[in-house]
Every structure is written in structure tokens, then in C-alpha cells.
């Protein structure tokens, strides 16, 4: 059992808004780690996001906004970082965090309209261990750890598939041959 000096201090942060970027930082960081650990499923990766994270917010944000809008600000930035990420290991922007309300666009891409169909056409042509890994964690927002389990791999296998059917979906939808 901890003592008393041993115990981190609780701090309460004003609804109105923060009073430090050490208060923004402190009230964030575990939320920001928690979204994108789920996302990725290595602490590593998600470690280095989160720092990224709030090195892209730091110059933008100021410490007037309300607490509300901090975290939504963090969260669009989030989002943001994860997609560059996705870009750059995968060739893809890939993102799904849950609880995001964004505006609709106000006027829909060309095709729009019809990308569930062209998921569900790709998804078809995948090998049933390839489908399955992505509709687990991209269709159905789960992390890297509950996919293995739901799927019955390791979690490094669980990757593998991610990583693989990513890259043959990309090529079916860009009809290159398989």
C-alpha cells in the first residue's frame, strides 16, 4: 500500500478553462495514450503519437479555450496524427475513433454514395482470414488484441494478416492484378 508521499496528487482543473500546458497536458495524456494504443495496439507506436499529438496541438491551442473545446481540439489532432501515420506505414490514411461527430462534408466526394458497396466488393475478394481481420478492426472498431482473441492468433499474427490484407484490399480496389 503506497503512503501518503508515495500517492500522485490530485489536481482539480477548472471547467472554464486550464490554467497551464502542464494542466492541459496532465488531464489529456492518459485518454490521448488509452485512443491510440486501441487504434495501433503497440505502446511504442502509441507513446510516440501521443507525444506527437501534443506537439501539433501546442502551437495552435491556447490556454483561454474551455476545457471542452481543448478536448476536441486534441481529439480532431489525434485523428489527424493517426492518419498521417496510417499514411506513411501503409500507403493508406486509415482512422476510426470512436464518439467522433464531424460536419458533413457539405458537398459529398464523387462515389460517395457508393462506398459501402466497393468495401463490401473488396472485403469479398479477400481471403477469409484477411476479411475477417479487417472487418474486426476497421468496420468494427476493435484493437489489435481483441482481434487476435476474437480470431484466435497471436497478437503478432493478428498484425501480420492486418498489415497483408491491407496491402492486397488497396490492390484489388486500385484493380491491379492480385
Not at 481540439?73 to 493517426?82: I, K, M, N, P
Not at 484493437?143 to 498484425?159: F, H, I, L, P, Q
Request: charged share 25%; hydrophobic share 40%; glycine share 4%.
Amino acid at each position: 500500500m503506497p503512503t501518503p508521499r508515495e500517492r500522485p496528487e490530485l489536481r482539480i482543473v477548472p471547467e472554464a478553462c486550464y490554467p497551464s500546458w502542464e494542466a492541459v497536458y496532465d488531464d489529456n495524456v492518459t485518454w490521448v495514450y488509452r485512443l491510440l494504443y486501441a487504434r495501433l495496439g503497440s505502446r511504442s507506436d502509441a507513446e510516440d503519437l501521443t507525444s506527437e499529438v501534443f506537439l501539433a496541438a501546442l502551437r495552435p491551442l491556447r490556454l483561454s479555450a474551455s476545457v471542452a473545446e481543448v478536448r476536441s481540439y486534441l481529439r480532431a489532432t489525434a485523428r489527424t496524427v493517426l492518419a498521417a501515420h496510417w499514411r506513411a506505414t501503409m500507403g493508406r490514411e486509415i482512422t476510426a475513433i470512436s464518439d467522433d461527430v464531424a460536419a458533413p462534408d457539405p458537398e459529398p466526394a464523387e462515389g460517395a454514395g457508393t462506398a459501402p458497396q466497393r468495401v463490401a466488393a473488396v472485403l469479398a475478394q479477400l481471403p477469409p482470414q484477411y476479411r475477417r481481420v479487417l472487418e474486426l478492426r476497421f468496420l468494427q472498431g476493435r484493437s489489435v488484441r481483441e482481434s487476435a482473441t476474437d480470431m484466435g492468433v497471436s497478437v503478432a499474427n493478428a498484425k501480420v494478416l492486418q498489415h497483408r490484407a491491407l496491402r492486397l484490399a488497396a490492390q484489388i480496389n486500385e484493380g491491379e492484378p492480385r
